[in-house]
């Protein structure tokens, strides 16, 4: 089996290609799956990078917008798995992660989040109608090793789970073995360090915490929020 990009098109047939310029996979067996409404501007179009060093990783991504925006900092979405040899300590030596799988729901907007796996067997997955601010890293790794006094590695990284309808304010930081629930908030420049299975909370602060229970959220601004809620 080798590499493969399927792009999904919106009447549910799929195109297998061999190549997308901003989609590099090295190693075999990988996947990566998109969801495609415009097949004929796909391969133009800028904010979106994939790069894996590895085998058997799956990256599917359903209905994403990734906006760029070179005056406010707008960078759209990065996915690592694994990292090439410039990108380490050891000149030569190429960071292989295999068996990791990330999956991206749909109606999503990424304006500036890398989403990073490094450890074998992990993953990230994130529900619908997600809004991502920029400045955001979500890993799944701390890519070096910590250890006991015994030379046995301590800090895996195993999952990121982010559900449905979730907002990841600017500059926020998720890290390995989190979780963030349903309906919930990631307030500014929060680093997110632990599993929260609360709905509908914001969390926030480094480390975060929970500070406000039961809310919501609306992606229109307050002003067309108050008009659109008198209107329906």
């Known amino acids: 089996m080798t590499n493969k990009i399927i792009l999904q098109l919106a009447d549910g047939s799929e195109i297998t290609k ?3 310029p901003f989609i590099h996979l090295t190693g075999k067996d990988n996947t990566v799956r998109i969801k495609v409404d415009d097949l004929e ?25 990734y906006p760029v925006n070179d005056t406010i900092g707008l960078t759209g979405l990065t996915i690592n798995i694994g990292n090439p040899p410039e990108d380490t300590l050891e000149p030569g030596v190429t960071r292989y992660a295999n068996n990791c799988k990330i999956d991206i ?4 907007i990424f304006c500036g989040a890398r989403l990073f796996l490094q450890d074998d067997d992990s993953s990230i997955s994130i529900g619908d109608e997600c809004m991502f601010s920029w400045g955001i890293d979500v890993w ?3 890519v070096h090793t910590i250890t006991d006094m015994n030379g046995n590695p301590l800090n895996f990284g195993k999952s990121i789970e982010i559900g449905r309808h979730v907002w990841v304010g600017k500059d926020v930081k998720i890290g390995k073995n989190t979780k963030i629930s349903d309906d919930s908030i990631v307030g500014w420049a929060s680093v997110v360090t632990k599993k ?3 709905k509908n909370i914001i969390i926030a602060g480094n480390p975060a915490k929970i500070v406000k229970k039961d809310i919501n959220w609306n992606f229109r601004d307050l002003q067309n929020y108050q008009i ?3 209107n329906n």
């Open 18 to 20: 061999e190549k997308v």
């Open 41 to 65: 501007n796909f391969e133009k179009q800028k904010g979106l990078l994939i790069a894996i060093y590895g085998e058997n990783n799956n990256v599917n991504i359903g209905k994403v917008f």
């Open 105 to 108: 729901g749909d109606n999503i």
């Open 140 to 142: 799944c790794t701390d």
């Open 196 to 198: 929260f299975d609360d």
């Open 228 to 230: 659109y809620r008198k």
